[in-house]
């Protein structure tokens, strides 16, 4: 055997190691949900090499006050820009009641190859403060704790 097929014999197991186990290492966080900081409207975080989270405002807010008596719940709506890696962010909106309750992002880089599809399931965990009747809630006194969760699922 020559240099050059032993170097391949050698090498090609482990460059094809690297990449299962990559792959393996996100299929072992699939499913376990993270919960993040509080984020403050205008912040932006990063979960991981792929995704970015930016919490732009609440565009309504329509949760009972907390010095009133309500039949129903309410709902609030957050926005968040979200980038999964790709080239462009998406706009997306996310509710505290009504639906949709969560967003699943697709998540891959061009020109990259997976062995998994990587989705990513984002939903509302907290929103503060509770608004109180009578009184606007600013902006900038919001405060987003989101769920996120990894699935990662065979291409074929």
């Known amino acids: 055997m020559n240099r050059r097929n032993l170097i391949k014999v050698l090498i090609f197991p482990l ?3 690297c990449i299962v186990s990559s792959a393996w290492a996100d299929a072992g966080r699939a499913g376990v949900p993270v ?5 403050r409207v205008g912040q932006t975080m990063k979960y991981n090499d792929d995704l970015t989270l930016s919490f732009r405002s609440v565009s309504k807010d329509d949760r009972c006050p907390i010095n009133a008596k309500c039949i129903t719940a309410g709902d609030a709506t957050v926005v968040l820009e979200v980038n999964p890696g790709t080239p462009l962010a998406q706009t997306v909106r996310i509710h505290t009641d009504k639906k949709p309750r969560e967003v699943v992002i697709r998540a891959y880089r061009p020109g990259v190859i997976y062995l998994y599809q990587r989705y990513y399931h984002i939903r509302i965990k907290s929103l503060n403060p509770q608004p109180e009747a009578g009184i606007k809630t600013l902006q900038s006194k919001y405060r987003l704790k989101l769920r996120i969760a990894l699935e990662v699922s065979d291409i074929s």
């Open 15 to 17: 460059f094809s190691a």
């Open 35 to 39: 919960v993040t900081d509080a984020l």
